[in-house]
C-alpha cells in the first residue's frame, strides 16, 4: 500500500477550513463571510444571492432594478456580469482544492476537502442557474432587441456560456485525473491486469467489487479496508463529477435554446420585411404600369381628336371648294 500511497501525492496537504454553512440561496454560505482561504466576503454579502440576519433580502449587487427604470436591462446585465465573475472565481478556488484532493495521503485531510468541493460546486451551480434564468428573462422582453441593449445582452450571454464550458472543461479534466489515479492503483494491486481489466475496475458501479477482489488475491490484505474507502471515494467523485458536466452542459443548451428563438423570430421579421418591400415594389411597378397605360390611352384620345379635326378640316375644304367651283361654272 506504500506504492500506492505514494502515486497519490507525498505532501499531506492541509485544507482550509470553510467558513459558514447553507448554500448559495440560504443564510450563509461558504461565500457569506469567509472563505476558503480565510478571506473577507469574497462573492458580495450586498446581493439577492444573500440574506441579512432577519431574512430580508439586502439590497447590492443582484438586486432587481425597478420596472419603470430606462436603464433597467443595462443594470440587469451589469448584475449578471458581477455574478459571471463570482462564478470565475468560484472555479479558481475549485481547480485549487482538486489539486490538493489529487495530492492528498490522508483520509481525513480528503474528506475535508471534499465537504469543501461539494459546498463550492452546489454554489457556483445555483449562480449559474439563476443567471441562466435572468439572461432567458431579458431576452424574452422586446426591448432587449433595442440598439441600446442588444449589445450588453449579446455580450453576457456569450460570457456565460463561455463560463459554463469552461466549468465542464474543469470538471472533465479533474474527473479524467482521478480516474488515472484509479488506473494506477489498480494496477499496483494487480501487476498482470490487461487493459480491459483496469477500466472495468475504473468504471465499476458495484462497490468496487473488481477493485477489492484485485485487492484481496494481491499481497496487500492488511491494507484492504484504507484502499477500498479510498477507492469508493474516487469513485462517487467521478461520479458526482458526471452529473455535474451533464449539467453544466443542459444549462448551456437551456441558455442558448433561448437564443435560437429569439434569433427565429428575428428572422421571421426580416422575412416578413422583405415579403412587404416586395410587396411595395411590385405594387410600385403595377402602378408605374397603370400610369404608363394611361399616358398611352391619353395619347391615343388627342391623336384622334387631332385625326377628326383634321378630317373635318378637309371636308370643309372640299366643301369650299367645289361650291366656289360650281359659282364660278
Not at 456580469?81 to 463570482?86: A, F, K, N, P, W
Not at 451551480?125 to 422586446?142: C, E
Not at 494481491?218 to 452529473?243: K, M, P, W, Y
Not at 427565429?264 to 416578413?272: C, E, L, P
Request: hydrophobic content about 35%.
Amino acid at each position: 500500500m506504500e506504492e500506492l500511497t505514494e502515486l497519490q501525492g507525498r505532501d499531506d496537504v492541509e485544507m482550509a477550513p470553510m467558513n459558514g454553512q447553507g448554500n448559495t440561496y440560504g443564510q450563509g454560505n461558504a461565500y457569506g463571510r469567509g472563505n476558503a482561504h480565510g478571506q473577507g466576503n469574497a462573492y458580495g454579502q450586498g446581493g439577492t444571492y444573500g440574506r441579512d440576519p432577519d431574512g430580508q433580502t439586502q439590497q447590492g449587487a443582484f438586486a432587481q432594478p425597478a420596472e419603470a427604470d430606462p436603464n433597467a436591462i443595462l443594470n440587469d446585465c451589469r448584475d449578471i456580469d458581477h455574478g459571471i465573475e463570482s462564478i470565475r472565481r468560484i472555479m479558481q478556488d475549485l481547480q485549487h482544492l482538486q489539486q490538493q484532493y489529487l495530492n492528498a495521503s490522508d483520509m481525513s485531510a480528503e474528506s475535508a476537502n471534499v465537504q469543501q468541493r461539494k459546498r463550492l460546486t452546489e454554489d457556483a451551480l445555483d449562480l449559474n442557474r439563476n443567471l441562466v434564468s435572468r439572461i432567458r428573462s431579458i431576452k424574452s422582453k422586446p426591448e432587449s432587441a433595442s440598439s441600446k441593449n442588444s449589445a450588453q445582452v449579446g455580450r453576457i450571454q456569450r460570457k456565460l456560456d463561455d463560463t459554463l464550458r469552461s466549468f465542464r472543461e474543469l470538471e472533465f479534466d479533474f474527473q479524467k485525473q482521478v480516474k488515472v489515479q484509479l488506473e494506477r492503483g489498480y494496477r499496483i494491486v494487480n501487476p498482470a491486469a490487461s487493459e480491459a481489466e483496469v477500466q472495468q475496475a475504473v468504471d465499476d458501479t458495484s462497490k468496487n467489487q473488481v477493485f477489492t477482489q484485485a485487492l484481496l488475491r494481491s499481497n496487500r490484505v492488511g491494507d484492504a479496508g484504507r484502499t477500498v474507502a479510498h477507492v469508493e471515494a474516487r469513485h462517487v467523485a467521478i461520479q458526482e463529477l458526471e452529473r455535474t458536466i451533464i449539467e453544466l452542459a443542459q444549462m448551456s443548451e437551456h441558455l442558448n435554446a433561448q437564443v435560437v428563438q429569439q434569433e427565429a423570430a428575428v428572422m421571421q421579421v426580416d422575412q416578413k420585411g422583405e415579403q412587404v418591400t416586395e410587396n411595395v415594389g411590385r405594387a410600385n411597378q403595377e402602378m408605374s404600369g397603370a400610369v404608363d397605360k394611361a399616358r398611352s390611352r391619353n395619347r391615343k384620345k388627342w391623336w384622334c381628336l387631332l385625326v377628326v379635326l383634321l378630317i373635318i378640316i378637309v371636308a370643309v375644304i372640299i366643301a369650299v371648294v367645289v361650291t366656289v367651283v360650281r359659282k364660278k361654272a
